[in-house]
């Protein structure tokens, strides 16, 4: 196998990236950079044994060390990567920004929670006019459901001094649709919001397979 230091410049890696710019290099190419020069291979290697990059975001690093040349700073840096990638997506929603619809809320969770195998819960705490000030995923489940006390939401609401709130989960499954389980918990948590003077103005259910809002079902 012939060094990547020795292959024709226009072929490196690197060299690609700062002439072209990331849009046209393959999921390997960019891959072997974040591993470090020399590593096309290992990074073939490793998208091969994970089933692509879906498989890679989902891999932990003692799952990353299993692969031929990936030791424990290859899989230290390649998770920090995908976890860094999971933050951008979530950067999309900022303090300040305006919740208009449940697509913002769809669009700001949907690659955050792609490769999460579990149910997680999220609020988004809302100013008077509807402007975040926080985003907080409060609980974790398992790969069907997912266990929220109404407190978990509320202590969050309070502490940041919120008139409103959006609640929203995720559906590994990839079907969106409500359970009977989120009408029971958007009906609490309905009940809650009210006794405090909060509004909850949407339950949205996200997934690969698009969204649900239980506002525009009807629900709230």
Do not use: K, Y
């Not at 890696?13 to 020069?37: F, H, N, T």
């Not at 300040?96 to 490769?115: F, K, M, Q, S, T």
């Not at 929203?168 to 990839?174: E, F, I, L, M």
């Amino acid at each position: 196998m012939t060094p990547v230091h020795r292959w024709p410049a226009s072929e490196r890696p690197r060299e690609r990236l700062l002439a072209q710019g990331p849009e046209g290099m393959s999921d390997g190419e960019l891959l072997a950079l974040v591993l470090g020069c020399g590593s096309l291979e290992a990074a073939r290697a490793l998208l091969a044994e994970l089933g692509g990059l879906r498989g890679l975001a989902r891999a932990r690093p003692g799952e990353l060390m299993r692969v031929p040349g990936i030791g424990a700073a290859r899989a230290c840096a390649l998770a920090a990567s995908v976890e860094l990638a999971r933050r951008l997506e979530s950067v999309a929603l900022l303090r300040g920004d305006p919740i208009g619809c449940a697509e913002d809320v769809h669009r700001a969770l949907r690659r955050r929670v792609a490769a999460v195998e579990q149910e997680t819960f999220w609020l988004i705490a809302l100013d008077g006019r509807h402007r975040v000030l926080a985003l907080r995923q409060v609980a974790q489940g398992g790969a069907t459901s997912v266990e929220v006390h109404p407190r978990q939401v509320f202590d969050v609401v309070l502490r940041e001094g919120a008139s409103a709130l959006v609640v929203a989960h995720n559906h590994p499954s990839g079907d969106p649709e409500p359970s009977a389980q989120d009408r029971e918990l958007t009906n609490r948590l309905r009940q809650g919001a009210e006794l405090l003077g909060l509004r909850l103005l949407d339950h949205v259910v996200t997934a690969s397979g698009g969204f649900v809002s239980l506002a525009a079902r009807g629900l709230l």
